[in-house]
């Protein structure tokens, strides 16, 4: 099956469009308070336990996960060889993994993270990938062959979240949007190039469900980053389908340091994506 | 010192503005021949050796070396502790390490990426690293404040060396060029803010290095991608400084596989950086 086909069934299957992120904020992870003054390698593993806890809470739960790569990356070569751990686990448990990366380059460079990333072999296995288009058309090319050849996805950054994302991006909205869409709309219903829409922006987020039926969106900026599930909510077609609504830190840390969180992050981080799940659908 | 000062610095005592590529290209690498079947970890390992033997070649020859994150990324966690050795070697070699791995994200991840490579205690060392502005100018920020804090600096895309790069670049060239060197003029003749600009739009680089005088340029397309020596050097001012133009596969690798190369990897890298050095100076 496409990816775009695997993540209509997963959505349906699990009911809920809620993907969880995975964030290893190394100040707040689960156990971090017994450790006075932690190496790298200590909090890659602390990174590592934590992402797996959240997969454990997540599966059955929700389609899909989104690790973040660069908080991985923050913490070295052990931080890449947990977010390994945590891709590979992941994807055993049944969830969908999207590798939150923004990578964007040119030629054989895009190859060599598709390849690290949605290759039958890739050293750190996603379902998808997002993916920045800035560089051009001819650089997302590589992405979309390898992510094609692997039944994989990738989710074009278009509209984020973020209050300064208009300047560089709506100068360019309406073209790319297009881009996205056509590049969909020859192969299928759906196809695998998503679009990342933060829920941030609500009259945009109308405006891009309109134009581009055959697009799934990612939708971050639900909750912590201020966008209600209502907002988040215009970017899903009528069906219930075309979009993935994250939640990263609101759904996998409490607000304030917990004796409970480290003493079963798993069980606390499964009951907040549980009440996660019900603020979206009531949303 | 400033990043840019000691960029000034390194390209006046190395005599010219080459910066040396280290892509460790998985099917060329130096004993990549010997090997019938190698495993991941092994040609992690042979990327770790081709970056020591680049960055030993390089010293005294050249001002910098760009080390391009994918290619050890797609090698793994392995291939990521090949890079940060890479990274640490070359710093302690007296070269200026350019992080190209053209990262982009908001907030606290903009934090995260930079601290994994621009920090006092970052994993993977770079003196410079390559961003993505599309998100926008708050998410270029965070970057800044650790390079800033640091005395590190920044490349930002800004006219890529690509076929593709206007389409999505050139609606917003004027603004972001005048965003990028407003910054720096804030803050002294050259600031921590470089654009990357690439050889092969040779009227772009012109019309750019007039409108920009605060502002160091990164340029890619030399060589191997089309881009003549005369095309490289208009991007420097009339004092010769003002700009790192790079050489990668060309100024490292074979065109053809050959015996000599594999049997001393550091002489044949030192005589043909020499080489480019010698073309770049007459271009």
Redesign the interface.
Known sequence: MSFAERLAAAVIHSDTCLCVGI?P?ADRLPGRGALSNPT?PELAELARRFGLAVVDAATGQVPAVKP?F??F?????????AL?DVCVAARAAGLLVIGDA?????????T??A??TLSAHA??PCDALTV????????VEPFLSVAEANDRGLFV?LR??????????E??VT??SSWIDAQNAERGEYGPLGAVVGATHRDVSLALRAAMPHTWFLVPGFGAQGGSAADAKVALRPDGLGALIVSARGATFPSVPSPDYDANPVGWIRARIGATRAELAAG
Chains 1, 2 share one sequence.
């Open positions: 964030d904020w790298r973040q660069a908080f990356e923050a913490l070295g070569p052990e931080g890449m060889a390994a923004k990578r964007g380059d040119i030629g054989s460079t895009a060599a993270y390849e690290a050293p750190f920045s288009p800035f560089l051009g058309p001819d650089t950054l984020t979240s973020n209050p300064g994302s208009a300047r560089w991006q100068p360019v073209d790319l």
